[in-house]
């Protein structure tokens, strides 16, 4: 970039912010761009640190995003594998039911939501 740039610089109403790679290295750019349509405004907080090897995003479905486990297991063949430590605090979905094979270990300071009217079953 040839001058500073001020965030109303950057973004558009419609379009994505953008920000540049080292003037250096070309002319290409990174975006973030909302969906087409929203119900209300939409805020996410960024974790404050970078997550470790193999974490992904995750959002406590509050705005607030964290590093973690990106799903609960892997499908090999006709073998569904499932984590047996839960690391991150889990809240099932409304109207849905769960279940794991165990043995399982809950972190210390993680907790499991089981909402009124759902179950968690361990095999």
């Not at 929203?38 to 959002?59: C, E, F, H, Y």
């Not at 486990?69 to 984590?83: I, Y």
């Amino acid at each position: 970039m040839s001058k500073a740039r001020t965030l109303a610089d950057l973004v558009s109403a419609g379009g994505a912010m953008r920000v540049a790679e080292l003037a250096a290295n070309g002319t290409n750019t990174a975006g973030l761009k909302a969906p087409d349509a929203l119900a209300a405004d939409v805020t996410w907080k960024l974790p404050t640190a970078d997550g470790s090897n193999g974490q992904a995003l995750i959002t406590d479905g509050a705005g607030n995003l964290s590093w973690g486990a990106g799903g609960g297991g892997g499908l090999s063949g006709s073998v569904l594998e499932f984590d047996q430590t839960i690391s991150t605090s889990i809240t099932l979905t409304a109207n849905k039911n769960a279940f794991s094979v165990g043995p399982i270990t809950i972190n210390t300071n993680v907790s499991v939501t089981i909402p009124t009217g759902q179950a968690w079953l361990i095999l």
